[in-house]
């Protein structure tokens, strides 16, 4: 069986569920764990990456420069990645500074049909020599034949891995299979699945993706993340041992680092709430979910209403703007209603 | 030993083209138009042919059509300030005449930037196919013209068998037309076949050539292209990344042969016929990323990503027998000289 290799966005995903409120305490001790569990990659940050810290998504209560400094610093063998968007994230702002602070692995992630919006990172990052990946967000929203050429571009920009992203937990295993297969049957760089458990899928889609012949799987302590949370390394790691794959990872190392996760960074480990379903349903990005929830409250709407309405407006991470047009536009029909 | 970038180019100049100055006397005299002439091949004919204008008394006339000639004031000054070099500022696609006493023309305005066609086919289609139009129409109207060589592309065949360790002019395997990533190679095969109607509907003279992988100065190392990331790396200290299968097979042709090719193909090529023109050598890009690591002191690493590598080995060699047997051409410099010149002339 072939290798997989493991990345750990716990730092990163996870900072969504807390609104960006990871402290370098936090970060030194979660990094620690990892680094003694073997866990390969280690990816830190606001939830929505590098530079994203903003009204608009978040105000995160560590600086950018804090987090990668004190991961750097707590990470003896596992390598640093941050997520970047371009928009969020800016060349000169923030892909130099990442650079001088020693991350080891940028993945430059879009909409799932906008790769062309990554060109100029993808290619600073290769000209700097250090390793960088295409991520395709919202994976869900466009067909496996779109994708995957959505990916050859990433590709032929120089991206040195493709990780898909189902970021609202739409996906069932089959269609796993089919957009992971896709881009295997085409690709020559290697393929990379991030799932969340909104439908409470994840692990199995992440099977489905190793199976397809993906060879990078994100997954996060207790699933630590946006929404209903990730793929759960913890439970992931032995599942793949017991499927004959090796990911190097020491199994009572990730035990205890999910352990110390659940102690040290989260106020609430992720459970599968009746939100989450929903925007697993509809199709929206996972991180929209506490937004929606404070917006519906101020509103008096049912966030489930808010949900299936952002879905049929097909909104994509970075939107979050549009919860609140949706909401009051949902806030005008309920009064008109009355 | 070179001083100066500019004594680098000429010396490999020379010693590519001497064997070759004989054959090209139809170019004396000549007003010799090259379209995408301020990139990486119209900069190396113009070394070529003023070489023959320097050393060898040919008296002819260059004009280099591009969309920014500007650039060739910083990539080439020396031959931007010459009189017998005319810069001319056109998208290939909107051409509409030349100089009445054009009397060859070298067809090479598109670029084979596969970051370029992915994320922008339909201007790229449209600057091949319109661009090769616009030429051939402007060309049919000239008095004196004594041939056109059309650049096509060695990615006309589809994907070479792994089985058939060089491509022959007639080694056609197809390849999915459908697919976003064809765009370059469809377009020029569509190229080659305006080029052919022309030729017949007209009775102009025009020579395809289909090139392969090349390296040499004036190649920007941020090209998405194996050797030229190689170089990058290695300049930089390294480590050497290589991505994919280190067993990928490709061969790289030095620009100062490429250049004497490429005359000799204008002038000597048969009308009608194609030549490939690439280095027949195949090289795993394993052994290459080494080679170019050789050259570095001290010398780099050679390594993989950290996402690791997947077993996607392909090949992509030119047979060069027919320009050989019809041609006469051979290549003067192995791939070891055409890195270590490429890396003497960056360190310059």
Known sequence: ?338 | MSSTRAELVREDTVQAMVQHTGDLAPIRNAHILITGGTGFVGTWLTEAITYLNDVHKFGARITLLARNTARLRETAPHLARRKDVALVDSDVRNIRGFDNDVSWIVHAGSTPDNRVYTTDGIKAADTIISGTRAVLDAAIRLPELNGLLHLSSGYVYGPQPAADPQATETSFNGFDSSAVTSVYAESKRIAETLCATYANQHRIRIVHARPYAFIGPYQLLDRPWAINNFIRDGLRGGPIRILGDGATVRSYMYAADMSAWLLTMLVRGQSGMSYNIGSPEGVKLADVAQMVADQMSPTPRVSLPIAGNRTTASTFVPSTARAEEKLGLTPVFDVVSAIRRTVQWHKL
Request: hydrophobic share 45%; net charge negative.
């Open chain 1, 1 to 338: 069986m072939a290798n997989i290799l493991i990345t750990d966005p716990t730092l990163r995903d996870g900072n969504h569920a807390i609104s960006h409120k990871l402290t370098t305490a936090q970060i030194a001790a979660y990094c620690e764990a990892a680094d003694k569990a073997r866990i390969p990659i280690v990816e830190v940050g606001h939830g929505n990456g590098l530079g994203a810290s903003s009204l608009q998504v978040g105000i995160a209560s560590t600086t950018d420069d804090d987090m990668l400094r004190t991961a750097k610093e707590h990470l003896l063998n596992a390598k640093l990645s941050v997520h970047v968007i371009p928009g969020f994230a800016t060349i000169n702002k923030d892909l130099k500074r990442a650079v001088d602070l020693g991350v080891d692995v940028f993945r430059i992630g879009c909409h799932c049909s906008e790769a062309d919006t990554t060109q100029q990172h993808i290619s600073f990052v290769r000209n700097t020599g250090r390793e960088v990946w295409g991520i395709l967000m919202m994976s869900h929203m466009i067909t496996p034949e779109g994708l995957r050429d959505e990916a050859l571009k990433m590709e032929s920009y120089g991206a040195e891995a493709i990780v898909i992203m189902d970021s609202s937990g739409h996906f069932l295993p089959e269609d796993v299979t089919q957009r992971i297969g896709e881009l295997v049957s085409r690709l020559t760089v290697p393929v990379g699945f991030h799932g969340h458990n909104n439908l409470g899928m994840a692990v199995a889609n992440s099977v489905a993706a190793a199976n397809a012949g993906a060879t990078i799987i994100d997954a996060t302590a207790r699933g630590f993340g946006a929404g209903a949370g990730n793929t759960q390394i913890e439970v992931l790691v032995p599942v793949l041992e017991r499927l004959g794959y090796e990911t190097g990872i020491d199994l009572y190392g990730v035990l205890d680092a999910a352990d110390l996760a659940e102690r040290e960074i989260m106020p609430v480990v992720p459970s599968i709430k009746g939100i989450s379903i929903v925007s697993g349903m509809a199709g929206v990005f996972s991180g929209f979910a506490k937004h929606v929830d404070r917006v519906s409250a101020e509103y008096g709407l049912d966030p489930r209403d808010v949900f299936f309405a952002l879905g049929k407006r097909q909104v994509v991470a970075g939107q979050e703007d549009v919860i609140i047009e949706v909401a009051l536009e949902l806030a005008a029909a309920k009064k008109e209603r009355k």
